[in-house]
């Protein structure tokens, strides 16, 4: 049982590439989210999907793209990489609204120098 | 748009003692859903407890139970018997019906000493 699956664990980008954080679930869920984590911080969501094709911004969405094709694969694109989105960060996904514990991947540490 | 606060970054507490974790929020919403996680040094993000905004009856699992007051908007946990795979950020957290995402705090680090 997988769960969620994030790709790849770390990564250092230099300012100015871009690259795709790749998350799938294998649980049927409809939504799913991307977070980024600053050190000494909470969890700040990014984008957000409720299903297949739709997508929605979160808190702090400037710098990423988002796409939503399947119900399983939600990968979020970084272009033009900054200095200031060094951070950890987390794709999860839920089976519906209200109480539904979140499933969270393992996270992926992203450095920008 | 709400908030999530809480007050303690560190707390330190021997084994097997009781701790208790604060969280306020702030919201116009009348009904929501809050969560307690916990990230242990793996990063792993880990529910510990739930609990919805119209039951009065404050939600319990195991050696974990909050202190739910709506009134005060205030969601605390409180730890039984600490262990130390307890250590770990503790995450507050809530969320809107309409699951447009968890809104967190900056988290408490817990450390249980031996």
């Known amino acids: 049982n997988a769960g969620v699956t994030q790709t790849p664990k770390f990564r250092i980008l230099k300012i100015g590439q871009s690259m795709t954080l790749q998350c799938a679930q294998d649980?049927?869920?409809?939504?799913m989210y991307w977070y980024r984590q600053d050190p000494g911080m909470g969890l700040k969501l990014i984008y957000y999907?409720?299903?297949?094709?739709?997508?929605d911004k979160g808190e702090v969405p400037n710098g990423y793209n988002v796409s939503r094709s399947t119900t399983e694969d939600f990968p979020l694109r970084l272009e033009l990489a900054a200095p200031s989105q060094t951070s950890v960060y987390f794709c999860?996904?839920?089976?519906?609204?209200?109480?539904?514990?979140?499933?969270f991947g393992q996270g992926t540490r992203l450095t920008v120098v | 748009a709400q908030t999530v606060t809480q007050s303690q970054p560190e707390m330190s507490v021997q084994e097997a003692e009781t701790v208790t974790l604060s969280c306020t929020y702030d919201?116009?919403?009348?009904?929501?859903?809050l969560f307690w996680y916990k990230q242990p040094p793996s990063r792993q993000m880990i529910l510990v407890i739930r609990?919805?905004?119209?039951?009065?009856q404050n939600a319990t699992e195991n050696r974990f139970s909050v202190n739910f007051q709506k009134a005060a908007k205030s969601f605390s946990l409180k730890i039984s018997d600490s262990q130390l795979g307890d250590t770990a950020m503790y995450f507050c957290?809530?969320?809107?019906?309409?699951?447009?995402?968890?809104?967190f705090g900056k988290g408490t680090h817990l450390i249980i000493q031996p």
């Open positions: 999907s409720v299903g297949a094709g739709i997508t």
């Open positions: 609990q919805e905004a119209y039951k009065q």
């Open positions: 999860a996904s839920t089976a519906m609204t209200g109480a539904t514990e979140a499933f």
């Open positions: 957290a809530f969320m809107k019906p309409v699951s447009d995402g968890l809104t």
């Open positions: 919201t116009s919403e009348s009904d929501y859903y």
């Open positions: 649980m049927n869920h409809n939504y």
